[in-house]
């Protein structure tokens, strides 16, 4: 993982509209929850603190409820040796809730897991974390959002395939990375579609070209971008010594970024 960045206050409102986010209609969402499509961040069905991990096998639905960190889980910083809020066993489905600040570590899915219309109002050390260790694993986050990621929004730490779809992040560091710096490295694989990302952002996806990662990006919609800052995919050499990746380069490539202009709209 990536260095821990400096911890930051989590003072402010965390309910009502996401005003400037404007999803597509192509991101209706089909659950009975409020959709994103309207600018509007769903309204939590009530709120429960967290104090300890709480550990999801099967079928888990919040109906939109919020959880939020406490005790040990409420520091709020960005310290990487955070516990999560919610750790999902293999094959586990997390559905409809609403993690609010703070959200310690958020998400670890243990090995296949989906995750569906879960959205993260302040995202805390990450928002998921993805820890499978079979090549056959596969993540899948389908619906949902995630706003106020200083660093990470997804960490792809295991083995395996994450598709990630009808999602919506807004002012983030890096939406979905690969890894750079892990004790042990796999071949990654990130399938992002009908994204919408709204500035401020850094990268939308960051792989590791020596371990055969690739990103596959279609139609992803970048919001406010007027100087076209954020970077769709960067590529970098990836190690296991825990030391900070560089940088390989960043742009469509067929091999690794894999994406066309017609896969990116700017509005």
Known sequence: MTPATRPRARGR????????MSLTVGMLLTTAAPSAQAATWPTPNGSQGVSSTISVSGTKDYGMKRLYGTG?????????????????????????????AP???????????????????????????????????????SGGGAKEASDKVFQFNGAGTLNVSQFAVRNFGTFVRSCGNCSTQYKRTINLNSIEVTWKGGRIAGINTNYGDSATLRDITIVGDSGKKIVPCQKYIGNNSGKEPSSNGSGADGTYCKYSLSDITYR
């Open 103 to 141: 959200a310690a570590d958020g998400v670890h899915c243990e090995g296949s897991c989906t995750l569906q219309n879960v959205w993260w109002e302040d995202v805390g050390e990450d928002a998921a974390t993805f820890k499978g260790k079979s090549s056959g694993a596969v993540y899948t986050v």
């Open 72 to 100: 040990d889980l409420g520091s709020g910083g960005q310290d990487e040796d955070q516990g999560p809020i919610l750790k999902l066993s293999d094959g586990a489905v997390l559905k409809n809730v609403i993690l609010g």
């Open 13 to 20: 409102a965390l309910t009502g509209a996401l005003a400037t």
